[in-house]
């Protein structure tokens, strides 16, 4: 997995009934993009300092996303 600044991290809750969770990767600690990252969570409004993914989660990367409507 890679992933940039900007990058929205997507970890899919494998529990039923409970919701996955959605971050932004804030910084890299390899210039590659590999993990870990520091990552900023949106539910909690707090950051993950070594954050690596599981096989539940997946990276969007800034430029796949569509830019929102004003």
């Given at each position: 997995?890679?992933?940039?600044?900007?990058?929205?991290?997507?970890?899919?809750?494998?529990?039923?009934?409970?919701?996955?969770?959605?971050?932004?990767?804030?910084?890299?600690?390899?210039?590659?993009?590999?993990?870990?990252?520091?990552?900023?969570?949106?539910?909690?409004?707090?950051?993950?300092?070594?954050?690596?993914?599981?096989?539940?989660?997946?990276?969007?990367?800034?430029w796949e996303r569509l830019p929102e409507s004003?």
């Amino acid at each position: 997995m890679k992933a940039f600044v900007g990058d929205h991290l997507i970890v899919e809750s494998i529990r039923t009934g409970r919701a996955g969770r959605i971050g932004i990767v804030v910084a890299l600690y390899h210039t590659d993009g590999s993990p870990p990252y520091l990552v900023r969570w949106l539910d909690e409004e707090r950051e993950t300092l070594c954050y690596y993914p599981g096989p539940d989660a997946r990276v969007e990367h800034s430029w796949e996303r569509l830019p929102e409507s004003p």
